[in-house]
């Protein structure tokens, strides 16, 4: 079983094509021969309640139109606390989510994020939180998380269950490995478009395979052929690409 764990839908604010793009996301994944996308559909940002809320009913539909295929987060802003907590438990409860997004809304130590942190232990489902550390201010995205910040609230909360997303999607990737070197219990996802040599041998080596979870973001070749390329034993390839996430959603027998 090859897991893909960090894809996205289309969004259907103003685009027509939602659908065909849909389609070709698993179309792509049967060409590539990745057997499950633990996608999200982010609404515009800042993300307000009425449209996060829209767009997990959406994800919802995507997912009984490609049953088994793909498997859909619940993507919610933290500043809307109450709602976020109320929409996690409903999407998670009642429609088989299997994790929570967080995009940039607010840095991942900031106290805000840590009631949906709590809840996500509760339940027992993972949070893929959005990160990179660049070298420069990124205007589009002032409170970009990175792996420090992903690592200090791992350490805060170490029966969550919080990945580090996109090793490969900009920034310094060396920087992020050993952020992440002394929270244990954090994962890191090796998606990206960034296919950098030795990106996933130091992952590896650093944080140990049984850390790290295969994903692509997107970035559909560029995810299969770094993984592909990778110097790594069959064992811990056979980890990343699908065993370590399976686990994850084992904790909440999905």
Known sequence: MVIDAHAHLAAR???????????????AADRLGIDQLCCSLLSPRPGKPEEFIQGNRWAQDAAERYPG???PYCYVNSGYWQVALDEIRYCVEELGF???????????????VWPVVELCIELGVPILEHAGHSHYYVEAQPRMSDGGMIAETANRYPEAMI??????GGGDWEWTIKALRDAPTAYLDTSGSVVDEGMIEMAVDVLGADRLLFACDMSMTAGIGKMRAARISHEDRRKIMGENMQRILDRRGQ
Request: charged share 25%.
């Open 13 to 27: 604010w103003g685009n027509s094509n939602w659908e065909e793009r849909d389609r070709q996301l698993v179309d």
């Open 98 to 112: 299997i994790g929570v997004k967080l995009y940039n809304e607010y840095f991942f130590n900031e106290p805000v």
């Open 163 to 168: 990945i580090c997303g996109h090793i490969g």
């Open 69 to 71: 295929r793909i498997l």
